[in-house]
């Protein structure tokens, strides 16, 4: 059975540009939550969403949104990027949730220059 | 507020020797708890979780021990191994279809041949 798989693995842009970074989840798995993690800090949880609806969010600012489709794989997306929203992006998916074991990709590693 | 905290942002460990990572929480909601390892470059990986109406999980050289009263749990790895060095997250959820995944900010672990 295939991991969870990210694209890109790595990203550099340049601040006020926006860029979408992309989960395709294990098959079956109707769950997909995304979490930025930066030098020293945990991961930040950012956004769930479970059959194409976000069923929860954390504390961050509008510019990153996501969204899922109907095969269940994600996009996440930072809008007007900023130097601080450079970070280690990652997809977690599982079959229902924070209640069953969340399987990681590898991240997104985003540098804004 | 830092509802999950690993306050010891490394431990070094003897080959052999029991390796020991603590993790308080202070939300009382929590009711499931789990371990992740991260090697540099990849995902976190899953490698054991406990549930609120244990007290001990164990899984090969992997034990988890909760005690709810003082909101602490800890990771036990005996043997520990140099392949276990890598980053410790603990992480925690409450009950809810819409509850979400509180991870601590990590522990570095360095097992010395």
Redesign the interface.
Known sequence: KAGVTQTPRYLIKTRGQQVTLSCSPISGHRSVSWYQQTPGQGLQFLFEYFSETQRNKGNFPGRFSGRQFSNSRSEMNVSTLELGDSALYLCASSLQGAKNIQYFGAGTRLSVL | DQQ?K?NSPSLSVQEGRISILNCDYTNSMFD?F?W?KKYP??????LI?ISSIKDKNEDGRFTVFLNKSAKHLSLHIVPSQPGDSAVY?C?A?A?G??????????ITLSVRP
């Open positions: 999950v690993q499931y789990l992740y470059a990849e995902g976190p990986t899953f979780s997250f992480a959820s009950s279809a819409n509850s979400k995944l509180t991870f601590g900010k990590g």
